[in-house]
């Protein structure tokens, strides 16, 4: 079955081709490029030796994905194409909602006019804003801070409201935790184009001697050592979540719009984050902790067990291996794509 995979040349959605072949889907993927390299789709067939077909285009390009309905019998779509850098989307929020909403409106108006029917949404905790408590349920109000978080509440709505024209579609909401880590061949992973805003890339760039060192965004939080948690999330695990998400559109039970959290239901500190980083690359981690983020909240973790009982999803790697596995990756591609093997 072909699954059309928006943003699939990128760090999620490279890994899930690899799910998805792994599990008998034929990964068809669309992608401009913006934020990603064809040698991760390259390295995805040197780790399952089958090729992918892919299209560069973008999902604001109406023309071009009728061509791809066209041209190919798509089963379902995995759409993960889309701008994700939180203080960008506060200085470009114009292009955050071009790319990443009229671009979404674009692609399920192709997916309408095609008939195709079925899809997965990349949101993100992010949806949750300032939770009151932690874990965080599915059900719990949603807010946002900043026009990329607002981007992704504008299409699960979007979403929310083609389910109530359109109830025979399938259409699963995904909101991630903090995906973090690589293929455990080492051979793809994050690569982020600039300074990375995200921790794990920033870690490991200082492990690598990249980056001078580490400014842990404030030591005052209400947290167990004063550092901000999260829940982070093996990108492998994340991955294998897709094909059960995709494999529930066909069980008569799970109703046809559900959203799920993907965590692993454990919180993590900077702290005890970078500690688990030295461990794995058995090098020092310089730091210093600064003033907080803006829009930063203290703690954050899912209660995954409704992903578990709907999709029968579970994480399944711990922090420990989620470092050791990025520290493969980064130390065998200090530049990332950039580095030949
Ligand atoms: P990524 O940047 O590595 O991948 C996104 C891919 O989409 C890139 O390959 C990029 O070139 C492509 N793309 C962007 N705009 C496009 C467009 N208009 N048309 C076609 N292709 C386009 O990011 P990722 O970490 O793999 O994230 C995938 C999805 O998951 C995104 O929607 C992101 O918002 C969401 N998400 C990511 C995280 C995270 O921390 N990585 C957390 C929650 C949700
Ligand atoms: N963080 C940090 N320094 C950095 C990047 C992140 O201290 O250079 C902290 C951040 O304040 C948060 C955690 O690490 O507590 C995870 O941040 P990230 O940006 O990776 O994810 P998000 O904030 O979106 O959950």
């Given amino acids: 079955m072909n699954i059309l995979v928006t943003g699939g040349a990128g760090y999620i959605g490279s890994h899930t081709c690899i799910e998805l072949l792994d ?15 064809t040698i991760a789709l390259d390295r995805v067939k040197q780790i399952t030796g089958q090729t992918i077909t892919f299209i560069k285009g973008d999902v604001r390009d109406a023309e071009a994905l009728d061509h791809v309905f066209n041209e190919y019998n798509i089963y379902a779509v ?6 994700k850098a939180v203080g960008e989307s506060v200085e470009k929020p ?6 990443n909403v009229s671009g979404s409106i674009t692609l399920f108006g192709a997916m309408e006019r095609n008939t195709v029917s079925r899809v997965i949404f990349s949101s993100s ?5 300032d939770p009151a408590t932690v874990p965080i349920t599915e ?20 979403l929310k409201n083609i389910h ?28 982020p184009n600039d300074i990375p805003n995200n921790l794990m890339p920033y870690i490991s760039g200082v492990a690598v001697g990249k980056l001078e060192q580490l400014s842990i965004f404030g030591g005052d939080y209400p947290t167990p050592d004063g550092t901000g948690v999260r829940d982070y999330i093996h990108v492998v695990d994340l991955a294998k ?39 794995a690359s058995n090098k020092p981690i310089k730091y210093q902790i600064t003033d907080r983020r803006a829009g930063d ?20 790697m711990g922090v420990q291996v989620m470092c050791d596995d990025t520290w493969r990756w980064q130390s065998n591609h200090p530049t990332g794509y950039k580095t030949n093997d």
């Fill in 23 to 37: 599990a008998g889907f034929t990964p068809i993927v669309f992608d401009n490029l913006s934020n990603s390299s």
């Fill in 78 to 83: 995995i759409h993960f194409a889309g701008l």
């Fill in 94 to 99: 114009l292009m955050y909602y071009d790319n």
């Fill in 125 to 129: 905790a992010t949806v949750y804003g």
């Fill in 139 to 158: 059900d719990f109000p949603t807010s946002t801070t900043n026009p990329y978080g607002g981007s992704k509440l504008i299409i699960e709505d979007v």
């Fill in 164 to 191: 109530i024209a359109h109830p025979e579609w399938n259409i699963a909401l995904l909101r991630y935790f903090n995906p973090v880590g690589a293929h455990k061949s080492g051979l793809i992973g994050e690569d």
């Fill in 241 to 279: 979540g897709h094909v059960k998400a995709l494999q529930a559109f066909e069980n008569p039970s799970v109703d046809n719009l559900y959203t799920v959290n993907l965590g692993t239901g454990k919180g993590y500190s900077v702290l005890e984050m970078v500690a688990a980083f030295n461990k």
């Fill in 297 to 316: 909240i203290a703690c954050c973790y899912a209660d995954p067990s409704y992903a578990k009982t709907l999709i029968d999803w579970e994480a399944t």
